[in-house]
Structure formats: structure tokens, C-alpha cells
């Protein structure tokens, strides 16, 4: 009568486990929840794509350095990568500071409305620093490829 266990230590030669495939690099990053991640290009570009537009089979990847800037700093606050420390005007109110921001890209005022007052001032220390859009998409490849959310081309 069998008993549950194979004779010996390992089960018989005609016995094998399912083999599961390995999970490819972008379903692992497209499992891990977050919201982008970022694929090199031949060219050693980076384009980021958003993984909802992915799971929903809507390819739309941007290119890095041709995103508005809004999109760009709205990454940066994912990612949580400080803006520089740069000398800020004074806004005292959440009005003043969403007039600044809105002279960037007055459509996307109703969005911004939404906002944090942190992630409004976060934004705002991004827009002051005068920083090139170019910088900010090599903190944002770093950043990317230190949480493994940077894939090969």
C-alpha cells in the first residue's frame, strides 16, 4: 500500500514538478505596481512608458527629453528625487503657487487643483531650478534602474 513518499530521497525519473517559465523582465516590472518604467533605445535613448497604458494594450511610450515638463516633475515626485536646493520666491498661498505653476501649462490647472500642497511645492522648487528637462531624465534613469524598472531594448 502506498504511503504518500517515495522510496529513496528524490521522487522517480518519470515524476516531474510543472516547469515554470521565467517571468520576462517586463512582466516582472509591469507586476511590481509601478506606475512607469523606462526601456533603452538602440540609440541608448529612454523612452518611459506608463504601465496602465501597457495593460490595457495601449503602447504610447514617450520620449524622455520631449515630455512636458509637468509630466517630467510629476515623475520626479514618484520617484522621490528632490528638486536641487534653489533659492525660491516666496509663495505664501496655494493660490500663488498654482498661478506659477499654471504659467507653465494653464490646461492642466484643474489636475493641479488636485494636488498636494507638497506636491504643488515640489513642483514649484522643480520650475524655479531652472533645470534642462535632459538632467532630469538622467535622475529620472537612474532612478529607474536602481528599482529595476529599466529595461534592455
Given amino acids: 500500500m502506498w504511503r504518500g513518499q517515495f522510496i529513496g530521497s528524490e521522487p522517480p525519473a518519470w515524476w516531474e514538478s510543472e516547469a515554470r517559465p521565467e517571468e520576462s523582465p517586463l512582466s516582472s516590472v509591469l507586476s511590481s505596481g509601478a506606475k512607469f518604467y523606462g526601456r533603452i533605445l538602440p540609440n541608448n535613448r529612454m ?5 496602465e497604458d501597457v495593460l490595457k494594450g495601449e503602447e504610447n511610450p514617450r520620449r524622455c527629453v520631449n515630455m512636458p515638463i509637468l ?28 498661478d506659477y505653476i499654471t504659467t507653465f501649462a494653464p490646461e492642466e490647472r484643474p489636475f493641479l487643483e488636485e494636488q498636494s500642497d507638497a506636491q504643488l511645492q515640489f513642483t514649484a522648487h522643480w520650475l524655479y531650478s531652472k533645470v534642462p528637462i535632459g538632467y532630469m531624465c538622467d535622475l529620472v534613469r537612474a532612478a529607474l534602474e536602481e528599482q529595476q524598472l529599466l529595461l534592455p531594448a
Fill in 47 to 51: 523612452e518611459l512608458h506608463y504601465t
Fill in 71 to 98: 509630466e517630467m516633475i510629476e515623475m520626479l515626485w514618484e520617484l522621490q528625487i528632490p528638486p536641487p536646493n534653489v533659492e525660491v520666491k516666496a509663495l505664501p498661498t496655494r493660490q500663488e503657487t498654482l
